[in-house]
């Protein structure tokens, strides 16, 4: 009986050691490493079974839910590091939109009246952006400079094109 039951011990110290460094090996992983919250859960579960009856030997079963831990504990940080990754790339369309105003309005002053089209292809993806400003022609814009208004009055149009 006592035999049985040390077989038994050694058979979950085993399942917990093997089913740990599964963990650890899977954890490693980058992006696989969330999965191995499974398996790491499974080993410390195999292995405090296995602690919480009496037995002469327990290394095999402690080494298992260390091993468990670990690889719980690096699953876990890959996880949180996803989490914030995910956070921090929430915004990216409305930072792609400004950059796009500010190099609009920068073509607009750098070049007057003239229509400006930058395109930018990258394999499927493609963005156009089309700057064009109208003014009035040059002899208003005399009459305006040698009035009383000392500003020009321009109509800037901004056209954006995404195609993927």
Do not use: Y
């Amino acid at each position: 009986m006592e035999e049985e039951q040390s077989k038994q011990q050694s058979g979950l110290g085993v399942g917990a050691l093997v089913t740990g460094i599964i963990a650890f090996l899977m954890a490693v992983i980058p992006c696989v490493g969330i999965l191995a919250v499974v398996p790491a859960v499974i080993a410390i579960i195999l292995a405090i079974i296995g602690l919480s009856r009496p037995n002469h030997s327990q290394g095999v079963l402690v080494g298992g839910l260390v091993v468990g831990i670990i690889a719980l504990m690096i699953s876990a940080s890959q996880s949180f590091l996803i989490g914030k990754i995910a956070n921090k790339s929430g915004n990216w369309a409305s930072e792609i939109e400004k950059t796009v105003k500010s190099v609009t309005d920068d073509l607009e002053k750098e070049f007057g009246d003239k229509e400006i089209t930058i395109h930018v292809n990258d394999g499927n993806d493609s963005v156009q952006i089309k700057a064009s400003t109208s003014n009035p022609d040059l002899e208003n814009k005399l009459e305006q400079l040698e009035g009383d208004s000392d500003t020009v009055k321009a109509k800037a149009t901004v056209e954006i094109e995404i195609k993927k």
